[in-house]
């Protein structure tokens, strides 16, 4: 069984946690999850540890609930907003002599997802969609650019969480080609803003 590392699940276990201020409690949350994954990669047995990247309400939880849940790793489930946070969390895995694989799911339709987005119970500003959305993209680029030997999975998901998502695995020729395949998919959070707007 997967070790599963969630700052969303931890944040549920604060003092005074509400749903309706999720946004609140991110920050403490995700501090408490950095600092279980540091603990993880240096005590646990484990040999893999693979790190989820990719916008709010995009499917990650599902994805590893379906595909990644009865494999011995450490999953650490969340957006991966910063190329810098990326680098700390891989640098501690590779010092703890762990493999590292990055698994980045982005969704199909940012519509869907937006809508998905709207009608979680968790709520936060539209802003934190077009955020993660935006950021994730950035630092899947720069870790593909940067960390040529570390494993990189793309996931497009279909469909809506809860609503029995499905997920592609895409595949590239080349370490090229999924960069070049990343550089086309970076959006602003402008870009995306628009996107769903006139979609």
Same mark, same amino acid.
């Given at each position: ?5 969630? !700052? ?7 003092? $005074? ?7 609140? *409690?991110?920050?403490?949350? !995700? ?5 279980? %994954?540091?603990? !993880? ?12 990247? $990719?916008?709010?309400?995009?499917? =990650?939880?599902?994805? /590893?609930? /379906? ?15 910063? @190329? ?7 640098? =501690? ?18 519509? /869907?997802? @937006? /809508? ?6 968790? =709520? @936060?500003?539209?802003?934190? %969609? ?13 870790? !593909? =650019?940067? *960390? ?18 499905? *997920? ?32």
């Amino acid at each position: 069984m997967a070790y599963i590392i969630s !700052a969303d699940e931890i944040k549920k276990t604060l003092q $005074g946690y509400d749903p309706e201020r999720s946004e609140e *409690f991110h920050s403490a949350s !995700a501090k408490l999850a950095d600092k279980a %994954f540091a603990q !993880a990669v240096k005590e646990r047995s484990e040999e893999t540890v693979i790190l989820m990247c $990719g916008g709010s309400a995009s499917g =990650k939880s599902e994805y /590893v609930s /379906v595909y990644l849940e009865d494999k011995p790793v450490i999953i650490l489930d969340g957006t991966l907003p910063t @190329f810098e946070g990326a680098k700390i969390k891989i640098g =501690k895995a590779l010092r703890a002599g762990k493999a590292v694989e990055v698994h980045c799911v982005m969704p199909e339709s940012l519509l /869907v997802a @937006f /809508v998905a987005f709207l009608n979680r119970e968790r =709520k @936060f500003p539209v802003e934190h %969609f077009y955020r993660t959305h935006s950021s994730s993209r950035r630092t899947i680029l720069q870790v !593909a =650019k940067h *960390f040529p030997n570390i494993e990189i999975k793309l996931i497009t998901s279909h469909g809506a969480e809860g609503s029995g998502m499905s *997920f592609t695995e895409m595949e590239f020729e080349s370490r090229g080609a999924l960069i070049e395949f990343l550089e086309s998919q970076q959006y602003t959070e402008v870009d995306i803003r628009n996107k769903i707007h006139h979609g």
